[in-house]
C-alpha cells in the first residue's frame, strides 16, 4: 500500500544556500525548481494525498521525511545526474522507499541510471507515473511501456511509449518544499509557465526532439492563461511590490504553431492580465509582423532566439536550418515592434577559432541585443551527436555539461575556447555598459541588465577557474 510519496530535484555544484548574493545573482546558490517536476508531483497528489517535493534550488532536504516515504521520484538532467545519484545512494542506504528516476538524463542514458534506481521511467510523466503508483499501490506487475529495470542483472526494458498528449495539467506550486515563501521573498525567482513542448527540427546537439519528440503537443490557451494567473498570484507580494514582474515562457519554440500561438496571445489580451512576459522562438517569428503586434499587446517584452552561430557553415554542420542575414534582419524587425531580443549563443564549432568571443560580443552590442547566455556546444548521453563525437570528450563529470567547455574543438584548445565565452562575457556585461543601461535602459530592461550583470560576473569567475583546470587537463 503507497500512503507517502516525495519528488526531488537535485541541485548541482550551486545548490541552495543562504546568502545575500540571492538577492541580485540567480543560479549562484538559488534558482526557479523544474516546473515539470511540479506537475508531476500535483498529478500524484490527486492519487496519493501525502505527496511533496523538494528542490535543491531553494531549499535543504528534509531526509527524515524522505526517509519514510513508500516511494521517492528522483528528476536528472546531466548537469544534476551526478548529485542525483548521491541521494539515491544516501536513499537507499537509510529508507526501503522505491527509489524512482526519469528526467532527460534518465531517459537517453537509462542503461547508467538503472544501476542507481529500482526503476526508471523514460520520456514524459504525466501519464506513466499515474500507471506506475496504480502499479505498485495493487503490488501488480510492471507490463507497460516506458519502464526500465534491473531483474538481476538483466535490464528489463519494456518498450517505447508514446508521449501523452493532455499535458492541461496546472502545477499546484504549493507542493513544493519552502517555495512559496521564497518565491516572494527573492526577485531571483520569477513565474515560469510551460505551454507547450516538442520541436520539429533535428538540430544534432539538441536532446529536445529525442526526449519531447518532434511532434509539437499544446495546452488548451484557457490552460495556459489559468496557470499564468496562478504563477503571478503565487509570487505575488503583499507589501513591497516586485522589481521584475516578468512571467518565463519556457517552451522551446512558442511560435512554431503559429495558429496556437496566436490563440495564446489572444486568451491572454483577452484575460484580466497586467503582466510582462518573455518567451524563446526561432528567428522566423521576428518576419511576422501579426504575431508580433499581438504579442506586443499581450504584454511581451523581448523574444529570445536560438541564435547560436555567426556562420552559416556552422548552422549547415550542424543541420540548423538557419542563416546569418536573415537573422539579422529578423533582429531588426522585432526590435521595429518595440521588443526586445534575448540571444542564445553556442561556440565549439569547428570552425571556431581565437577570436570568436570578441566576434560574438560585437554582434550582441551592434544588433542592440540587451542580453545574452553563451555556452559549449553540449553532448547528452544517449543522443546520436553523443555518440558520433564521444571521443572528442575531455571527460564524463556530468556537473560540467551544463555550457562548460567539455570536448576538444578542431580548431582552439579546449581552454582558449572557455576563455573566449570570458571574453565575450566582459565585453557584454561590462561597468561601462551597466552604467549605460542604468541611465538609458527603459522599465524593466534596466532591472534585467542590473540582474544579468551580478548573474555575468558570478559565471565569468567560475569559468575562469575552468580554464585554470583545462589547461591542467591539456598537459
Known sequence: MINKIRFIEPGNFSRYKKSLVNIY???????????????????????????????????????????????????????????????????????????????????????????????????????????????????????????????????????????????????????????????????????????????????????????????????????????????????KRKFVPRMSNCVWITDDNFAEDREWAISVLNAIINSDINYNFSVQARFEAGFDDELLELMKKAGFIELSLGIEF???????????????????????????????????????????????GEKIADYVIENNIHGCLIQSMFFTPGTKFYEENKHKLIHRNWDKYDGHVVHYPENIKPHELQNEIIIALKKIYSVKRLIKAIIFSKGIFKVLFVGEFFWQRQVIRNYKKEVKILKYIEK
Open 310 to 356: 555567426l556562420d552559416d557553415n556552422s548552422f549547415k554542420e550542424f543541420h540548423k536550418k538557419s542563416n546569418y542575414d536573415d537573422i539579422k534582419k529578423a533582429i531588426k524587425n522585432i526590435r521595429k515592434h518595440g521588443l526586445g531580443v534575448r540571444g542564445l549563443f553556442i561556440v565549439g564549432a569547428s570552425t571556431d577559432t581565437k577570436g570568436v
Open 25 to 235: 545573482t540567480y543560479n549562484k546558490y538559488i534558482k526557479n525548481p523544474s516546473t515539470g517536476l511540479i506537475t508531476l508531483t500535483t498529478i500524484a497528489k490527486n492519487l496519493i494525498d501525502d505527496t511533496l517535493m523538494y528542490s535543491e534550488s531553494i531549499s535543504n532536504i528534509n531526509f527524515k521525511d524522505v526517509y519514510s516515504s513508500d516511494i521517492v521520484f528522483i528528476s536528472i538532467n546531466t548537469f544534476n545526474a551526478k548529485r542525483g545519484y548521491e541521494l539515491a545512494q544516501n536513499i537507499r542506504n537509510n529508507s526501503q522507499a522505491v527509489i524512482v528516476f526519469g528526467g532527460l538524463h534518465a531517459s537517453l542514458n537509462y542503461l547508467e541510471a538503472v544501476e542507481y534506481a529500482d526503476y526508471i521511467l523514460i520520456g514524459d510523466g504525466d501519464e506513466i507515473i499515474v500507471n506506475f503508483i496504480e502499479c505498485m499501490n495493487k503490488n501488480e506487475k510492471i507490463d507497460f511501456a516506458g519502464v526500465v529495470y534491473k531483474n538481476e542483472d538483466t535490464i528489463i526494458n519494456t518498450g517505447k511509449r508514446e508521449q501523452p498528449l493532455n499535458i492541461n495539467t496546472i502545477p499546484n506550486r504549493n507542493l513544493v518544499y519552502n517555495y512559496s515563501k521564497m518565491a516572494k521573498k527573492y526577485d531571483t525567482l520569477w513565474p515560469q509557465v510551460h505551454a507547450s513542448r516538442g520541436c520539429p527540427y533535428n538540430c544534432d546537439y539538441c536532446a529536445v526532439i529525442q526526449h519531447f519528440g518532434r511532434r509539437i503537443r499544446h495546452r488548451t490557451p484557457e490552460n495556459v492563461v489559468e496557470d499564468i494567473k496562478e504563477a503571478i498570484e503565487f509570487h
